[in-house]
């Protein structure tokens, strides 16, 4: 489908099966004629209009001029993987050469799925600097190049994916990314024009020459598609996985005359007419048509073009709840399992809702088969205990309903199916409906983000998500502390993450970030906190202390994590806990320590204890610890 080299020329491919005529206009403007030498020929069968012409290379600019019954006019290809840079939505397609790039990454392979720890951000309000270092965001959306300043950033945070927004053409210059309307290009909006690329070259040579790769030319550099893919290379090479998200359920929120709606140009344009959208509406935008063929093979290989052409690690699948109840089930059962044989180890998330979660991530015939699914039972519970911590001292906290959230979702056949956040794109997002939940830092504090109780709570908020079974996925920001709503506006710099209080300016910010870093780096190193198995024996709402068990079955590698929201600590080791075995008990971390950081007054065990006690809490050993205020400390046995 669509444009594609061969031989000596290009060959087309598009369906409109309404249309009376099709043509290739090949740097259509405005005093463009139909002209018969570029007429497209039909099969009547499928409704497909293919041709050939000799001479066509790649760069090419095109569009198709569409007769129908209903009138006649140009329409951008739906499968073009790159549209011009300018006059958009009066703009040609291009023809493309997928196999320019000079990938690096032929050494690269993913993590494990159970080792994902996940970073999700919006590129266009993300980050952008100049040369001399200041912030240029605000009025400008931000670039696919200017991500690269952070990789280095977030490969020592610790992260090991990255989950950008919706990256595919959206109508205007700036969205959240989930009104979708050339979804085979990337934004244009996105991408660095040629005169801009000098200086971000630079930098991309600079990251692949510490890699000891080939550096790009200038030329390998121009065009959205080869800037998002030099992204995708780049993190490759640092160790991040890419794992972008893709909206299969619903396309535009008001289309141009030249899109994908209403594309054979049909006598009456209603909702039944549109050859890839059904009858039904959803998120301002139209829900595709799942019982058609040629519209689940569009999508299908849309899917397909990120695995192979842009050598993504797996797709994050937008509302698979509504692709479900609006006729997807199908749809998704062979979306998966053609994503799984081309690629099988590229993670395919759902955000599934469905009132059974489960069937999101099992098999046919009883599950569409992805591979992880969203929970909110962390998110909820976690949000929950802190909303009443910030009650102070006196308030009552009950934590008992983190321990079904710390539990395999019923009926997930394995723990790290579980997708868990406590901030995303929805929630903290500054827009009417269901958003506007404040950011982890503001609940814990109780609108106070800086207070002591604020940080510490936040941290035992991160400690939780962290070693808890499960994927992790942390909102851009939250690593340091950022207490803001955000908007995808690049206008309001007022909702920007804010770089600069991590880099030096706040000095909470920077503890926070340096906390999360070593804990995703704990996480990383203790086997236990990526295994399946987690014993919640601990729960005792009266000093707001839970504590839990994690091991690998048959192996051991015990670690036990204690959570704090007490406003006091317990000194001198005189808080008893069980233990799962007698004996020597390493401090692998402990929270506090990263209060103004490195905190000299830390409360602590003096790196270990000795669980030389008889049986408590349903354990066979015990041990008197101290458990700093408001916080994390993990044991791990010796």
Not at 228 to 252: E, F, Q, R, S
Not at 293 to 319: C, T
Not at 408 to 422: D, I, S
């Amino acid at each position: 489908m669509g444009a594609n080299l061969i031989a000596d020329g290009a060959s087309f491919r598009v369906w409109a099966p309404g249309a009376d005529r099709v043509y290739v206009a090949f740097n259509a403007d405005a005093n463009y004629q139909p002209d018969l030498s570029t007429e497209l020929v039909k099969d009547p069968a499928t409704g497909h209009w293919t041709g050939f012409f000799a001479g066509v290379g790649e760069g090419a600019l095109y569009r198709y001029y569409i007769s129908g019954p209903g009138g006649a006019g140009f329409k951008r290809d739906p499968w073009a993987r790159e549209i011009e840079l300018y006059g958009y939505p009066n703009c040609n397609c291009i023809v493309p050469y997928p196999g320019r790039y000079p990938w690096h990454d032929q050494n690269w392979r993913p993590p494990a799925f159970n080792d994902l720890v996940v970073y999700q951000f919006h590129i266009g309000v993300f980050y952008a600097r100049d040369e001399q270092g200041h912030d240029i965001r605000s009025g400008r959306p931000s670039k696919f190049l200017d991500v690269v300043d952070r990789i280095e950033y977030l490969a020592t945070l610790n992260v090991n994916a990255i989950q950008p927004l919706p990256v595919v053409e959206f109508q205007g210059e700036w969205s959240l990314g989930y009104n979708g309307s050339d979804l085979f290009s990337p934004e244009m909006d996105y991408s660095v024009s040629p005169g801009e690329l000098p200086r971000y070259l630079a930098k991309v040579n600079a990251l692949l020459a510490k890699k000891g790769c080939t550096p790009l030319t200038g030329e390998q550099l121009i065009g959205q598609m080869n800037q998002l893919k030099a992204l995708i290379d780049l993190c490759h090479l640092y160790g991040i996985a890419v794992i972008p998200d893709v909206v299969y359920n619903h396309a535009g929120g008001g289309f141009d005359n030249q899109g994908i709606d209403y594309f054979d140009y049909p006598a009456v344009r209603d909702k039944t007419t549109s050859i890839y959208f059904s009858g039904n509406d959803w998120a301002g935008g139209r829900v595709f048509d799942f019982g058609r063929p040629q519209v689940r093979d569009f999508l299908i290989h849309n899917a397909l073009m990120f695995l192979q052409e842009y050598h993504v690690d797996g797709l994050r699948f937008d509302e698979v709840s509504v692709i479900d109840s609006m006729g997807g089930w199908f749809f998704a059962q062979d979306l998966t399992a053609t994503l799984r044989a081309s690629k099988p180890e590229a993670a395919l998330i759902a955000e599934y809702w469905g009132s059974d979660r489960w069937r999101g991530i099992v098999g046919p015939p009883a599950g569409m088969g992805f591979d992880i699914g969203y929970t909110d039972g962390i998110r909820d519970s976690v949000r929950s205990v802190l909303s009443q911590a910030a009650g102070g001292a006196s308030a009552d906290v009950n934590l008992d309903v983190l321990k079904p959230a710390l539990e395999r979702p019923w009926g997930f056949p394995q723990a790290w199916k579980a997708y868990n956040c406590l901030e995303n794109h929805d929630f903290c997002l500054d827009a009417d409906g269901d958003h506007r939940k404040p950011r982890i830092a503001r609940l814990a504090g109780g609108n106070d983000s800086r207070s002591i109780y604020a940080r510490g709570r936040s941290r035992a908020a991160m400690g939780i998500l962290l070693t808890s079974p499960g994927i992790p996925m942390l909102f851009m920001g939250q690593e340091f502390l950022e207490d803001k709503l955000w908007a995808d506006n690049p206008n309001r710099s007022d909702l920007f993450i804010w770089w600069d209080g991590v880099d030096g300016q706040d000095r909470a910010m920077s503890d926070f970030h340096r906390f999360t870093s070593d804990l995703i780096r704990l996480r990383a190193a203790l086997p236990a906190l990526r295994s399946e198995p987690v014993n919640v024996f601990h729960v005792d709402n009266f000093n707001r202390i839970l504590a839990f068990h994690r091991w690998v079955p048959g192996e051991g590698y015990d670690v036990v994590v204690v959570i704090s929201l007490r406003e006091e600590p317990f000194t001198f080791s005189s808080y008893w806990l069980g233990f799962p075995a007698g004996g020597h008990w390493t401090e692998v971390f402990n929270s506090d320590y990263y209060d103004n950081w490195p905190n000299p007054q830390t409360q602590g065990n003096a790196g270990f204890v000795w669980a030389g006690g008889g049986p408590m809490h349903g354990l066979p050993a015990s041990a008197g610890i101290t458990v700093p205020a408001n916080g994390i400390i993990v044991f791990r046995r010796d």
